[in-house]
């Protein structure tokens, strides 16, 4: 564990592909041209958004995944399969319901045929380490969910593993509790207690990652790629309000914001053959009325720092970028470098009533985003009103996973309705004009 | 008590495919081999000796112990079916194509109608032995009890949680320790449930099995089913309510030693990560868990046995787990297994039809559809009259919690008492008043099976979110409106759940209901139940494997155009989100 002498690598992943395959000649590629190296001695955080691929690059170095392209390497031995030395933190714990803490923990010394003695004393060990002394006997739907991810942890630190590997380890907790995990974790390392050589956490929150990382890889999603790496220059414990923390949080979210817009850009000009084949986030009506309105009154006026925003509204960078690139779909907002500005149109809404934001919200809807557009437009063509949701689901199937695929057609869904293009009846799976009155 | 979707809904599929012919053909002509073995049998075997009967009260606490002691000789033949079989589906993509449609057609076929060529079969295999009438027996029960385990095993295992596998793997867990610290965890509730409803239905089936008669002869094994067939050849009434109180002691035995206990431990395997306020836990459970003697041999004997599921059998997979399937099986393994499979059912398609050739014409065929629509008719009548009764009570007690506690599990004991004990006596009433056996041998189709309606039903309704019933109180909604807007679409997955698992049975109890004797005299229903029990009575092989074919056929289609679109509909809306 002497980071200071050489930061031997432990692991090494070159030009990893990871694709899905879709039909006979056509596949969807979550991970492209990945490069990452782990040292001794470190810990490095994959920051990025819901869907970046960022899970499946932390599932292909525990090997547990195979990558479609490329190499991963352990300790300089290549991956075939789960690396004995690496253990693995989930985000929803993964414990055995019907097994004890002791029980839990001692899994994977079980799995290793270590004797009895061994293995209590070990566990043990763990358990105390981790400050869970005295649940031994406890089942996990006994315990409160930070005292479950503990759990998780020891079960992970007791193999003495040389890689940790942690996903979303706190994501599913509440807030104080998340950041009395992350303390106590820290706390462990800076005393180099944990019996760990480097860990690796994957999470999209992006003050967590400047908390908690030497080193942050920022992915971009569609395909996900790392497309910055910062180093994380401050020494452990970490202050939240130290100015320089805040400028790297600013940072990170102008690289998530500006990276954003020209992929964009190149990902509509390479399926320009269909134009609605556009993936949409799942936002309800609600929620963007609510940022609208947030953000046209003081203390904005129309103008927010995303950070800020994110803090004082309680989100993560996560939830709020998909958000703001909603409005900019519809024109309701721009993002720029860290900042969301409401545009006319946007003003326009938040000061109309019922009615009157529903027919923005169509105009807005059928102009920028297709998929609503085409949809109408086929219910229109029809001599019976209807179509069917079939073909939608299809087609857009063929641009992005069947998952994107259903969640883009539900948003498109919920929109229509909203903005009184459409009705759609669940049972049938079909849209028509039904209890939709024409101006 | 939970309500757990029985393994013939939850399978979705509603239009035949290929495979689904393939089972088909694979079973009957597997049955049809059974029967041509041991019809050539027959001769030789009516040597074999019947142990004799006797009616003097004193036997049967012997004769219930021996019941009892097949019971779960066929439930551990059955779990080890299920361990094995359903795993194999599991694991293996080739084996699930193939095993799982044969799975579900054999839920559906009424095997009490193959009972006596099981027999015959078995006591060929061991001639001159009762062994051979014993394993028959056992095996009767075990076809009763083993496909809906598996079903519910091989689900289980298909819906494993995707985290609880990877921390299987990245731990390197072997093959061995997963399956005892995974697998069968997480299968536990469901199966311990399905189990528990398979026991229920089986002593039905060891009743019937325990006294078959095939021509001329009559094969006994000491057990309460034969102790009740000889009181009936008597008209001996006393015999008869001695036997249903030895029954009844012994369905009590099994409810509160092994139903209640096994049923309230396995929900320390359920999978959910609130922990939810427990039913009062069963006498026999608090008995183990507080007594200070029997908890330290309990965990003494635990331990011993977890050690087994320790054992590092197998190596760990240590390799990927390939996202692309298809690409990993080789194309030659899968180009011979579909070559092994259409060969199998292209060979079982020519026994079925020379077998149907030789032996059967469409006059056949046509007789036996329309005695099917007899007892389609009998199976529906008798399936609305249960409802009429049995679902304002079940909602009327679920809706009270005093009366659930009371009901519920009175009605569980209710649906594990072999009803075809109280035959005689409604037989006797209905020769004794001079009544119409078409109608009044009807009931008894759903004498023993209507009190699954009745504790889904009551277990619906107690599920009723409190909210909802606080809703409908504030707006005042009563009568009509009450029953339409909330409780019919609430308890509906319940109810359909209850209601196949009736008509089930009850198609299966009309082969022993529609024939129906009290001493010298024979009550027939017209009806394919009847068909299959005479053709039985005669030792007519073909019109036996027609009879059971047309009946599944009608059991298949009627699950497959009713049952499942509706519980689909219904747990599709009564979901929210």
């Given amino acids: 564990?002497?980071?200071?002498?050489?930061?031997?690598?432990?692991?090494?992943?070159?030009?990893?592909?990871?694709?899905?395959?879709?039909?006979?000649?056509?596949?969807?590629?979550?991970?492209?041209?990945?490069?990452?190296?782990?040292?001794?001695?470190?810990?490095?955080?994959?920051?990025?958004?819901?869907?970046?691929?960022?899970?499946?690059?932390?599932?292909?170095?525990?090997?547990?995944?195979?990558?479609?392209?490329?190499?991963?390497?352990?300790?300089?031995?290549?991956?075939?399969?789960?690396?004995?030395?690496?253990?693995?933190?989930?985000?929803?714990?993964?414990?055995?319901?019907?097994?004890?803490?002791?029980?839990?923990?001692?899994?994977?010394?079980?799995?290793?045929?270590?004797?009895?003695?061994?293995?209590?004393?070990?566990?043990?060990?763990?358990?105390?380490?981790?400050?869970?002394?005295?649940?031994?006997?406890?089942?996990?739907?006994?315990?409160?969910?930070?005292?479950?991810?503990?759990?998780?942890?020891?079960?992970?630190?007791?193999?003495?593993?040389?890689?940790?590997?942690?996903?979303?380890?706190?994501?599913?907790?509440d807030v104080l509790t998340a950041e009395t995990l992350r303390t106590d974790l820290i706390d462990l390392w800076s005393e180099r207690k944990l019996p760990v050589k480097s860990i690796l956490i994957v999470t999209h929150n992006i003050e967590e990652a400047v908390l908690m990382c030497d080193r942050i890889l920022v992915f971009a999603s569609d395909p996900g790629r790392v497309a910055h790496e910062m180093v994380v220059p401050f020494a452990h414990p970490r202050n939240r309000l130290d100015p320089a923390f805040r400028q790297m949080v600013d940072d990170i979210y102008a690289?998530?914001?500006?990276?954003?817009?020209?992929?964009?850009?190149?990902?509509?000009?390479?399926?320009?053959?269909?134009?609605?084949?556009?993936p949409l986030h799942p936002i309800g009506t609600n929620l963007m009325s609510g940022l609208m309105e947030t953000l046209a009154a003081p203390p904005y006026d129309g103008v927010a720092d995303l950070p800020a925003l994110a803090a004082v509204l309680q989100y993560e960078a996560d939830e709020l970028l998909p958000l703001g690139e909603t409005l900019q779909l519809l024109h309701f907002a721009e993002l720029e470098?860290?900042?969301?500005?409401?545009?006319?149109?946007?003003?326009?809404?938040?000061?109309?009533?019922?009615?009157?934001?529903?027919?923005?919200?169509?105009?807005?809807?059928?102009?920028?985003?297709?998929?609503?557009?085409?949809?109408?437009q086929v219910i229109d063509e029809r001599w019976n009103h209807r179509a069917s949701a079939v073909r939608f689901r299809d087609e857009l199937e063929d641009h992005m996973s069947p998952e994107r695929a259903e969640e883009t057609l539900r948003t498109a869904i919920s929109w229509g309705r909203y903005a009184e293009l459409y009705s759609f009846d669940e049972e049938a799976q079909q849209f028509s004009l039904e209890d939709i009155e024409e101006d | 008590?939970?309500?757990?979707?029985?393994?013939?809904?939850?399978?979705?599929?509603?239009?035949?495919?290929?495979?689904?012919?393939?089972?088909?053909?694979?079973?009957?002509?597997?049955?049809?081999?059974?029967?041509?073995?041991?019809?050539?049998?027959?001769?030789?075997?009516?040597?074999?000796?019947?142990?004799?009967?006797?009616?003097?009260?004193?036997?049967?606490?012997?004769?219930?112990?021996?019941?009892?002691?097949?019971?779960?000789?066929?439930?551990?033949?059955?779990?080890?079916?299920?361990?094995?079989?359903?795993?194999?589906?599991?694991?293996?993509?080739?084996?699930?194509?193939?095993?799982?449609?044969?799975?579900?057609?054999?839920?559906?076929?009424?095997?009490?109608?193959?009972?006596?060529?099981?027999?015959?079969?078995?006591?060929?295999?061991?001639?001159?032995?009762?062994?051979?009438?014993?394993?028959?027996?056992?095996?009767?029960?075990?076809?009763?009890?083993?496909w809906n385990m598996a079903f519910s095993f091989y689900q289980s295992l298909t819906t494993e949680p995707a985290d609880l596998d990877e921390a299987c793997r990245s731990f390197g867990l072997s093959p061995w320790q997963r399956f005892w610290r995974l697998d069968v965890p997480f299968a536990v509730p469901g199966l311990v449930w399905n189990t528990m409803l398979s026991m229920s239905g089986g002593w039905f089936f060891v009743v019937a099995s325990e006294a078959i008669t095939v021509g001329n002869t009559t094969f006994t094994l000491p057990g309460i089913g034969s102790y009740v067939a000889v009181a009936l050849r008597r008209s001996d009434l006393l015999a008869i309510f001695y036997a249903v109180l030895a029954m009844l002691v012994v369905i009590l035995l099994y409810d509160q030693l092994l139903f209640r206990p096994l049923v309230a431990w396995s929900g320390k395997f359920r999978f959910e990560t609130v922990q939810t306020a427990s039913d009062t836990e069963p006498w026999v459970l608090k008995l183990l868990r507080r007594t200070f003697l029997l908890r330290e041999i309990g965990s003494w004997l635990g331990d011993r046995v977890a050690v087994i599921g320790r054992l590092r059998l197998g190596r760990a997979e240590r390799t990927f787990k390939s996202l692309e399937r298809g690409k990993t099986s080789s194309r030659l393994g899968d180009a011979v297994f579909y070559a092994v499979v259409i060969a199998g059912a292209g060979y079982a398609l020519w026994q079925v039809v020379s077998f149907c050739s030789a032996h059967l014409h469409w006059g056949d065929l046509l007789t036996c559809v329309e005695l099917a629509s007899f007892t389609l008719a009998r199976v529906i009548a008798a399936l609305v009259i249960s409802c009429v009764i049995w679902v304002p009570i079940g909602v009327w007690v679920g809706l009270r919690p005093k009366a659930t506690k009371i009901v519920q599990p009175v009605a569980q004991f209710l649906a594990a008492f072999?009803?075809?004990?109280?035959?005689?006596?409604?037989?006797?009433?209905?020769?004794?008043?001079?009544?119409?056996?078409?109608?009044?041998?009807?009931?008894?189709?759903?004498?023993?099976?209507?009190?699954?309606?009745?504790?889904?039903?009551?277990?619906?309704?107690?599920?009723?979110?409190?909210?909802?019933?606080?809703v409908a109180a504030n707006f005042g909604l009563h009568g009509w409106l009450w029953w339409r807007r909330l409780v019919i679409p609430g308890i509906l997955p319940y109810f359909v759940t209850g209601a196949l698992t009736a008509t089930g049975a009850a198609w299966n109890a009309s082969i022993v209901a529609e024939v129906a004797s009290w001493g010298k005299t024979t009550l027939v229903a017209q009806g394919l139940g009847a068909y299959i029990a005479q053709a039985t009575t005669v030792g007519n092989t073909s019109k036996i494997v027609l009879g059971v074919a047309v009946m599944s056929v009608f059991v298949l289609t009627f699950n497959r155009l009713i049952w499942r679109p509706l519980y689909a509909y219904a747990s599709r809306r009564t979901n929210l989100g």
Avoid at chain 1, 54 to 62: D, M, P
Wanted: net charge neutral.
């Fill in chain 2, 418 to 470: 072999p009803a075809n004990l109280l035959f005689p006596v409604v037989v006797a009433g209905i020769i004794a008043f001079n009544l119409l056996p078409n109608i009044w041998l009807t009931p008894l189709m759903v004498l023993g099976t209507q009190w699954y309606i009745l504790f889904n039903v009551v277990a619906g309704a107690s599920a009723l979110p409190g909210d909802l019933k606080e």
């Fill in chain 1, 255 to 278: 690289v998530m914001t500006r990276r954003k817009t020209p992929a964009d850009l190149r990902a509509a000009a390479a399926v320009p053959a269909t134009g609605f084949a556009t």
């Fill in chain 2, 1 to 146: 008590m939970t309500s757990i979707a029985p393994p013939a809904l939850v399978h979705g599929r509603r239009l035949p495919n290929a495979w689904d012919v393939a089972a088909i053909l694979l079973v009957f002509a597997v049955l049809i081999g059974i029967a041509s073995v041991a019809r050539g049998t027959l001769a030789p075997l009516s040597s074999v000796q019947s142990t004799a009967i006797h009616l003097n009260p004193a036997y049967l606490p012997g004769y219930a112990l021996r019941t009892t002691l097949r019971m779960f000789a066929a439930l551990f033949a059955s779990l080890t079916f299920t361990f094995t079989v359903a795993t194999l589906a599991a694991k293996n993509r080739r084996a699930a194509i193939i095993i799982i449609p044969i799975l579900d057609i054999l839920q559906s076929v009424p095997i009490l109608g193959f009972l006596s060529f099981t027999v015959l079969f078995f006591l060929h295999l061991f001639p001159g032995q009762e062994l051979g009438a014993e394993l028959a027996a056992v095996f009767a029960i075990f076809t009763s009890q083993a």
């Fill in chain 1, 337 to 376: 470098e860290g900042d969301i500005r409401l545009t006319e149109q946007g003003q326009k809404f938040v000061h109309a009533d019922t009615d009157e934001r529903k027919k923005i919200f169509a105009a807005a809807v059928r102009t920028h985003v297709k998929l609503v557009a085409a949809i109408r």
């Fill in chain 1, 1 to 173: 564990m002497d980071q200071q002498v050489t930061a031997r690598s432990l692991v090494e992943v070159s030009h990893c592909q990871q694709a899905y395959p879709k039909d006979a000649n056509n596949e969807l590629i979550v991970l492209d041209d990945v490069n990452v190296s782990l040292h001794e001695g470190e810990i490095v955080g994959l920051l990025g958004r819901s869907g970046s691929g960022k899970s499946t690059l932390l599932r292909i170095i525990a090997g547990l995944l195979r990558p479609t392209k490329g190499e991963v390497s352990w300790q300089g031995k290549p991956v075939r399969g789960p690396v004995r030395g690496i253990a693995m933190v989930f985000q929803s714990f993964a414990l055995f319901p019907w097994l004890s803490v002791q029980e839990n923990v001692e899994l994977g010394l079980e799995a290793q045929g270590i004797a009895r003695a061994e293995r209590e004393s070990r566990a043990e060990e763990a358990i105390d380490l981790i400050g869970l002394g005295g649940y031994d006997g406890a089942y996990p739907k006994e315990l409160s969910g930070g005292m479950r991810q503990r759990v998780g942890l020891a079960r992970a630190l007791v193999t003495h593993p040389d890689l940790l590997l942690m996903d979303e380890p706190f994501s599913a907790l």
